[in-house]
C-alpha cells in the first residue's frame, strides 16, 4: 500500500483511482479489478452501462460510457461530466483533490494487481430451430444471409476464470466466426445487460466486401444483414460496436477505394455522437440517418422491408449525387 499527503500542482500527480473512487463514489477502491456501475451521464438508467477499467498498457484507470458513447483517462472524465476544457478539468481536479488532502491527511491505495476475468473456454454449436427462423426472419434476415456471413446457432457455451467455471446455456444464443472458423463475438439478444461477448477484434463484414463503389459503415453484422436482405449493391461493414473506432489505415483505405463513404449507424444519441467523432477525423465521411426506428434491423422489423428501403435509397442516392457534383 502507499500513501499520499502532499498538495498537489500537476494533474500527473493525482492519482487516476482517486478520482474515479471519489467523483464515481464508488464503494471499493479500486487496485486492479474492473467496476460496472450506472451511467454518470445517464443517471436514470436501471442497468448499469459504465465501465471503469484497468488499461494494463498504459497502467492506469480509465472508463467506457456505453450508453452515451463517451470514454477516456480520468481527466476526460471530469472534462465530460462538467462540460469544460481540458485545463480546466486539471485545475478542477487538482483542487478538489488537495482540499480532500487536507481534510482527510492522505489518500491511500493498494498496488495494481490485474485480477483475472472470465475468458471463453468452449463453445458448442447445434442445430438452427423454428425459434431462430422466427427470430432472424423479423429482420428480413435468411438463412442464406445467416450462412454467408457466418453465423450459428449455440447450444451452450463454458467461461472460465482461475478455478472456476460457469456454463451459459440459453434458446437466443449465436456465434460470430471468421471464415477460418474462429470466433470472433457471442450474441446474446435477450440478455439484457450483455448482450454481446466480443472474443477478438473484428471488422464485420470486412470479408464480405464485394467493391462495389459505395460503402456503408454501420452499427452490426445484424443491420450488415438487414440492408443486405433489401438488394442494394453496395458494400456494408461494421466496427465491434458504434464506440469502437476502425483503425485509420483501413478508414483510409476505405476512403480511397470508394467513391463514397456513408455512416449509418443508430439513431439515437450514442450513435449520432459516435459519428460526429468518425466525421470529425473523417471530413469525406458522410452521415445518414433513418428516421424510424432504433436501427435499420429494428425499422424492417417495425415497418417492413419494403418501406425501409423505400426511404433508405433515396437518402443514400442523396450522398452519391453530392460526391458527383
Not at 146 to 160: A, D
Not at 294 to 314: M, Q, T, Y
Request: hydrophobic fraction near 35%; include cysteine.
Amino acid at each position: 500500500m502507499f500513501c499520499t499527503k502532499n498538495l498537489v500542482h500537476d494533474i500527473k500527480d493525482v492519482p487516476a483511482t482517486w478520482v474515479f473512487e471519489y467523483f464515481c463514489k464508488l464503494r471499493e477502491k479500486l487496485n486492479g479489478q474492473d467496476v460496472k456501475i450506472k451511467s454518470m451521464f445517464n443517471p436514470n438508467e436501471r442497468t448499469p452501462s459504465m465501465s471503469i477499467y484497468y488499461d494494463v498498457k498504459n497502467n492506469t484507470y480509465k472508463f467506457k460510457d456505453f450508453s452515451s458513447g463517451k470514454g477516456g483517462d480520468a481527466v476526460n472524465l471530469i472534462k465530460e461530466l462538467n462540460q469544460l476544457k481540458y485545463h480546466q478539468a486539471c485545475q478542477m481536479i487538482i483542487e478538489t483533490y488537495n482540499d480532500y488532502v487536507l481534510k482527510n491527511k492522505a489518500y491511500c491505495s493498494d498496488e495494481f494487481k490485474q485480477q483475472s476475468k472470465y475468458k471463453i473456454d468452449k463453445v458448442i454449436n447445434r442445430g438452427w430451430t423454428t425459434q431462430d427462423q422466427y427470430f432472424w426472419t423479423q429482420f428480413n434476415i435468411g438463412s442464406k444471409l445467416l450462412e454467408k456471413y457466418h453465423v450459428k446457432p449455440i447450444e451452450y457455451y463454458t467461461m472460465t476464470k482461475d478455478e472456476n467455471e460457469i456454463c451459459i446455456r440459453g434458446n437466443y444464443l449465436y456465434g460470430y466466426y471468421k471464415e477460418d472458423g474462429s470466433l470472433y463475438k457471442i450474441y446474446q439478444p435477450k440478455t439484457i445487460d450483455k448482450k454481446f461477448i466480443k472474443i477478438e477484434n473484428y471488422i464485420q463484414g470486412f470479408e464480405q466486401i464485394e467493391h462495389h463503389d459505395f460503402l456503408i459503415i454501420t452499427s452490426s453484422l445484424k443491420d450488415i444483414m438487414a440492408i443486405k436482405s433489401l438488394k442494394l449493391q453496395v458494400d456494408i461493414v461494421a466496427p465491434d460496436s458504434e464506440n469502437t473506432m476502425i483503425k485509420k489505415e483501413i478508414m483510409e483505405s476505405f476512403i480511397k477505394s470508394y467513391k463514397k463513404v456513408v455512416l449509418l449507424f443508430d439513431n439515437d444519441a450514442p450513435g449520432l455522437e459516435a459519428m460526429q467523432k468518425y466525421q470529425s477525423l473523417y471530413p469525406a465521411l458522410s452521415i445518414s440517418v433513418l428516421p424510424m426506428s432504433k436501427d435499420i434491423s429494428d425499422s424492417i422489423r417495425d415497418f417492413g422491408a419494403k418501406e425501409v428501403k423505400n426511404r433508405l435509397v433515396p437518402i443514400l442516392n442523396k450522398k452519391l449525387n453530392e460526391e458527383k457534383t
